[in-house]
């Protein structure tokens, strides 16, 4: 048996199977909620089953090679990243997208991913070069010039979504970096505090829609008066429409005359088949549909967190947590908005929405969880070319020893994020 099939039968198939599964239901979906477009729903179904066999291939060469060898790309990714970024501030369209041969892309998702794999390899390599570069003080330091710069950028761009996705993945990163829990608790209270003069003072100057779409949902919670032909139509007809459904739905491609209210286009017909594909898919399935694609969806996301319980470094445990991090935020905001939990943002559903780009980057994310998962037993040759050295108690030698090992539970002893 070669390397390269051992490695594939070696696939972590709890992890593919519900990924396929939100893809292909995802397809089907979006052929339903873009039909009123003028391309017609067929037309936006084709290309992501395009865009999903090209991140199929994606996912099987990041999740086949092994994923040390991605990490030396962070800091490169990183900072084209920030070109790019930068880039898109210049760009004289609404939702700062560039265009490469022919490819339309929002590098504020590549930025995330970049930035996150970037901030993983740093927290691993740190105190490898100096014991006090592996001070939590530095750690956060590291941490906040790699996040704020990119999440600065992004709120200049007005596009608030894709910058609140920032926060939870910061903070898994430091909690899964070793980053003591009083230095998390005091970060947390500061955040806290500065939520006021944040959005009282620099959320009007950096976006206001934004500031308006908050105002907008505070009113429709506490039941006041909107303008469900305005600014309201949006929210007020996506929760209609989830609402509706009750426990079966109203069926798949149904029509006016089977209840639906996405065939006579009051669900935001424009972007249904993007933000707002979940009120569709909860019209037509009802409540069993969307109570079973979130349950795939938590199938995906707690084998991953299982995966990250046996990586054999640090940065790969990183990476795999942002990762959950990344897909619950993207979740839990998107399904959030449409039943009135959460201001209507526009960002996508992971694996379901019409996204090319995003699906790629989707599914990049993914094939680096498998390659985590492949390769937890592979002793990096830098590991193995190290000296002898003595354990802390002096009974025996070790030689590249992996976090975790040789004991039940790899955290037994052991402080937050050590590097042996």
Known sequence: MTPLLRKFLGLNWVLLFPMLGLIVFGVFSIESAARHLPQGGEYYADRQKMWAILGGGVYLITALLDYRWIKYLALPMYLAGLGLMVAAMFVDNEVHQLNFAGVSFQPAQFMVVAGFIAMAMMLQQMPRLHPLLGLPIVKISMIAVMSLVPFGLVALMGDMGSALVWLPVVGVVMLTGGIPFRYLSFILLVGLAMIPPLFFIILPSASERGTQRIELYLDMLNDREVDIQGDAYAPHYIGMAVGKAGYKGVGYMADANKGSIHDKKYIPWKTAHNDFIFAVIAEEWGFQGSLLMII????????????????????????????????????????????????????????????????????????????VWVHRNVVPAEDISKPITLSRRGRRQIIGKRRGEGRTNPNERTQRGEAL
């Open 296 to 371: 795939v969806y938590a199938v995906l996301l707690i084998q991953a967190l299982f995966i990250s319980y046996y990586s054999r470094d640090l940065s790969g445990q990183v990476i795999v947590c942002a990762v959950v991090a990344l897909f619950f935020a993207h979740i839990f905001e998107n399904i959030g908005m449409h039943i009135r939990i959460m201001p209507i943002t526009g960002i996508p559903l992971p694996l379901v929405s019409y996204s090319g780009t995003f699906l790629l980057m989707c599914m990049f994310m993914l094939g680096f969880i498998q390659s």
